[in-house]
C-alpha cells in the first residue's frame, strides 16, 4: 500500500471502530480519579491501571510507575523510526461539586443528542481522559492497519495535573533519559473559538508574589490614631495604583526588557483570527478592552505581558462597618509574561519598587509563588508545518498557530527539563464546561481528534 | 454656712463615705448588665432597678422607663434653682470574653492594691458604672450637707450604649421637653494621657461609606482574560490611591470647606500639653506621623479631618495562589470630619469622584454607614469656665479644653436633638482596660471624680 492508502485505511479503520472507542472513553469516564480528594486515591490507581492495560492491548510496552504522590503512566513502542515523539496526557479529573448542579451523576456517562450534535456527558469526557483517548484510538487504528505501532513513541499520562503536579518535575528529572524526545504532542488545549484547528506555540510565563505590609501591633481605633498612624491599605492601594501609567503601561524599570514584537508570521495569522475584544468581553458582562493602546485584543491576551492583582485583603470586610485602622494589609499580585522577560529580574524590581513605597516604621514581607518564564516554540521546525497542514486536511479549514495567556507548566517543563518544544493541539471547545458541573466532549470533537493524530503520525513517520 | 464651707463640708461628707460609697459600687459592679447578650437582658433590668431604687433613696423622683430594648433610668431633683443640668451615663457593660484572659471573676469586684495605687477591678468599673456613680456619691453627700439635692437636676442613665443605643434617639425625641436642660454633663471620657482633668469640647463627625465595584460578571481566568478585562481591584486601588496627595492632603473637590484654623485658646492649651506623637505611635510599634506636614500632633487627632481605608477585600485571600481577576471587590472608607464640615456634600463629592474612577462597563455601589457633622461646644457659656476652674481646684493643676478624634454620638445627639451642649468630664485613665480583660477604675478616680461633681455643682449653683 502506498503511504496515502495506508493513511486512508487508519482514517476508515477509526471510523468504522467509533462506536467500540465512544465505549472504551465510557468505561474509562467510569473511573472517579479525582486526583485532589485523598478518599479517590485507589480510583485515581484503578485509572492508571486501565490505561496501562489498554496500552498492553494494542503492543505498548507500558508500566504504572510509582511516585510520591499518584502514579504515573508510561509507555513505549518499538525504537527506531524517525524522530522520537513524546505524547502527554492526564487522566485525573476535577472535583464534581456542586454535585447538585450536575443533570446526571458525573461518573455515569451517556452520549447525548444536542443542538449543535452528539457529545458524551461525565466529568473528564473533555478534560483529560476524552482528549487522551484521541492518542490511544489512533495509535489502535495505526496499528490494526500497519501491523504495528508507529516506531520511537513514548506516552507518558499523569494523575496528578489537577492537582498541581507535584511529582512531574522530579519525575522527568529522574526519567529524563527515558523521556526525552525531539518533540512532545500535549492534548490538553481546544480548538480556537470558532471551531478552527489550532496550535498553541506560545504561552505566557507567570511571577506571583504575595505582599503583606504591616504598620501597627494592632488594629486601632480610627478615631484614636486616624491622621497620624499610617495606614497599609492605604500604602498598599498607593503602591498598586503606581504599577501602571494612565496608557495602562507597566511602570516598572526595566520591565518590558526582551518582550519584543509580534513575528509577521503569527501577527498574520492571529489578523486572520478575526477576534473580537469586545465581543468577547460581553460574554462576561462586560465591554470595553482596558490596557495598552493600539494592540490587537489578541496580543493583549496572547502576547503581551500583565500586571493584575489577584487578591487583596485588609482590616475590617464582615457586615456593617468598624472604624478600624488595620495593623496589617495583603495582597496577592501576578504578572504574565512573555518573549524573554526574566522572572528573576521582575521580581527583584517588584520588591524593590514595593520596598521603597513603604514608610521605615511599617514592614513588608513577600511570599513567591511561582516564576516561570514564557514559552515560545520553534515553529521553523518542520514537524509544526506539518502538523498544521495536517489539521487543515482533516478539519477542512487552514489551522491557525495561536497563543495562550495563561501559562501551560507542562510546556516549560518539558523545555526545561527535557530540551524539547511541544506541540498543544487539542479539540476541546469552549462550551465543553472543564472544571464544571455538566462537563461534555463533542463526539465529533472525538472521532476528528483521533484522525487528527493518525494524519500527524502519518505527516511525522 | 457660707457657700465655701457648704462645699467643704460635701467635700468632707465623701471623704468619710468613701468605704461606703465603694461598697456600693462594688454592689452595683455585681451584677452582671452585659446589654450585647440576649441572655443578661435580666441583668441589665436589674442594673436599671438597683439604680433607681439608690436615686429614690437620696430623694430623686426616679422611675425605670421601658423601651423597645433596654430601659432607660430618668430621675428628677426638685425644680428650680438656677440652669437646667441633664447628667447622663450608662449603666450597661461590655461582654467579658475571652474570659480566660481575666485574673479574676470579672462581675466579683475587689479593691487591689496596685504600684500606682488603689483600684477596683471588675467589668464595668471603668466604663461606665464607677464614673456614673461619681454623680450620684456627689449628689448624696450634696443631700446630706443641704438637705436637700439641687435643683433642676434630671439624670439619664442607659441601658444600651454598648450595643449601639438603638433606643436613645426615639426616646430622646418622645421625652424632649422632660429632658431638656441648658447643659448636659456626661461622664463617658478620661483624664488627660498624664493625668490632667480635661474637659472635651470638640468631637470629630464621622462619615462611612462602603463601596463595591462590580466588573465581570463572575472571577475571570486571569491567563484569559488578564490585560483585556477591568479588573476592580486595580479601578479600586488607582481610586483610593487619588485620595490624597503627597502631602497627605485629601483632593476632593471642597473636602476642606469648613474645616478652619483651631481658636488661639484651644492651640494654647493643646501645645501645653506638650503632645509627642512620636513616643504616641511608639505604644502600637510606629513611630513616623503620616498627615498633612506642619501640624501639631494633636491638631491631626483631633481638629484636622481624615480619610482612612478601614477594610478591603476582593479575589482570592486563601492560601496559596489563584490566578483570578476578580469579578467584585469591596472597600470600607470613612472621613473624620471637623470643623462645619458637611457630611451630605462630602458624600456627594466622594460618590461623584468615585463614579468617575469606574469605567462605563463596570458598576459602582455605595452602602453610606453614618453621617454625622462634628460637635464644637461652646466654651463661651460661663458653665464651661466654672467646670474648669473647678475640677483645677480639685485635681491641683489647670483643667484643659481637648478634642476627641472619635465621634461621641451622644453628645451630637443632644445637639440634634435638644438643643444643648454637652460637657464631657471623666476620670478614667488610659490604663483602665476599659473593653478588655481586668477592667479597673482608679478608687483615687472615684473619689475626686465625685469630689470634681460636688465642685461642679457649687459652681453652678
Redesign the interface.
Known amino acids: 500500500m502506498a503511504e496515502n492508502d495506508r493513511l486512508d485505511a487508519v482514517l476508515a479503520q477509526l471510523d468504522a471502530g467509533l462506536d467500540a472507542a465512544l465505549e472504551r472513553l465510557t468505561e474509562f469516564l467510569r473511573i472517579p480519579s479525582i486526583s485532589t480528594d485523598p478518599a479517590h486515591a485507589g480510583d485515581v490507581r484503578a485509572a492508571a491501571d486501565w490505561l496501562c492495560n489498554e496500552l498492553r492491548g494494542i503492543g505498548f510496552d507500558a508500566t504504572v510507575r510509582d511516585t510520591p504522590g499518584h502514579p504515573m503512566v508510561v509507555a513505549h513502542s518499538q525504537p527506531g523510526g524517525g524522530r522520537r515523539v513524546l505524547f502527554y496526557g492526564h487522566y485525573d479529573v476535577q472535583p464534581v461539586d456542586p454535585l447538585d448542579l450536575w443533570d446526571r451523576p458525573p461518573f455515569d456517562p451517556v452520549i447525548e443528542d444536542t443542538a449543535s450534535g452528539a457529545v458524551i456527558r461525565a466529568r473528564g469526557a473533555s478534560d483529560d481522559k476524552g482528549q487522551l483517548m484521541t492518542f490511544v484510538e489512533a495509535f489502535r487504528a495505526w496499528k490494526a492497519v500497519h501491523g504495528e505501532l508507529p516506531r520511537g513513541l513514548t506516552l507518558l499520562f499523569e494523575g496528578e495535573e489537577e492537582s498541581g503536579s507535584p511529582s512531574l518535575r522530579p519525575f522527568l528529572v529522574e526519567n529524563a533519559d527515558e523521556l526525552r524526545a525531539s518533540i512532545a504532542m500535549i492534548c490538553d488545549t481546544g480548538l480556537y473559538a470558532d471551531g478552527r484547528p489550532a496550535i498553541t506555540t506560545m504561552l ?1 510565563g ?1 511571577y ?1 508574589e ?1 505582599i503583606t505590609i504591616r ?4 488594629d ?12 497599609p ?2 500604602i ?3 503602591a ?3 504599577m ?1 501609567d494612565a496608557t495602562g503601561r507597566i511602570t516598572l524599570p526595566g520591565f518590558y526588557d526582551g518582550v519584543g514584537e509580534l513575528p509577521a508570521e503569527l501577527r498574520s495569522d492571529w489578523q486572520d483570527l478575526g477576534f473580537d ?1 469586545a465581543a ?2 460581553e460574554n ?8 495598552e493602546r493600539d494592540r490587537m ?1 489578541l496580543e ?2 496572547w502576547s ?1 505581558p ?1 500586571f ?10 464582615g457586615e ?7 495593623g496589617s ?4 499580585v ?1 504578572f ?1 509574561l512573555v518573549g524573554d522577560q526574566d522572572p528573576a529580574r521582575i521580581k527583584a524590581a517588584f520588591q524593590d519598587y514595593m520596598r521603597a513605597q513603604v ?4 514592614e513588608i514581607t513577600f511570599t513567591p ?2 516564576g516561570s518564564p514564557a514559552s515560545r516554540m520553534n515553529i521553523s521546525d518542520p514537524a509544526f508545518g506539518a502538523a498544521k497542514q495536517a489539521l487543515g486536511e482533516e478539519w477542512g479549514r487552514d489551522a491557525v498557530y495561536i497563543g ?4 501551560i507548566p507542562i510546556a516549560g517543563d518539558f523545555q526545561d527539563i527535557l530540551g524539547m518544544d511541544s506541540m498543544l493541539i487539542g479539540f476541546a471547545r469552549d462550551d465543553d464546561r472543564i472544571h464544571s458541573p455538566n462537563e461534555k466532549y463533542d463526539v465529533d470533537s472525538f472521532a476528528r481528534g483521533a484522525r487528527s493524530w493518525a494524519r500527524i503520525l502519518a505527516a511525522l513517520a
Open positions: 505566557r507567570l506571583g504575595e504598620a501597627a501591633d494592632r486601632l481605633h480610627s478615631g484614636m490614631f486616624g491622621g497620624l498612624a499610617a495606614n491599605l492605604q498598599l492601594c498607593n498598586l495604583a503606581g501602571k475584544a468577547f468581553l462576561v458582562g462586560l465591554n470595553t478592552p482596558i490596557g485584543g493583549m491576551v503581551r500583565t493584575e492583582i489577584n487578591g487583596m485583603s485588609g482590616g475590617y470586610t456593617g462597618f468598624k472604624t478600624v485602622l488595620p494589609a495583603s495582597a496577592k501576578s504574565r514608610p521605615a516604621d511599617c509563588h511561582g495562550s495567556g495563561g501559562s
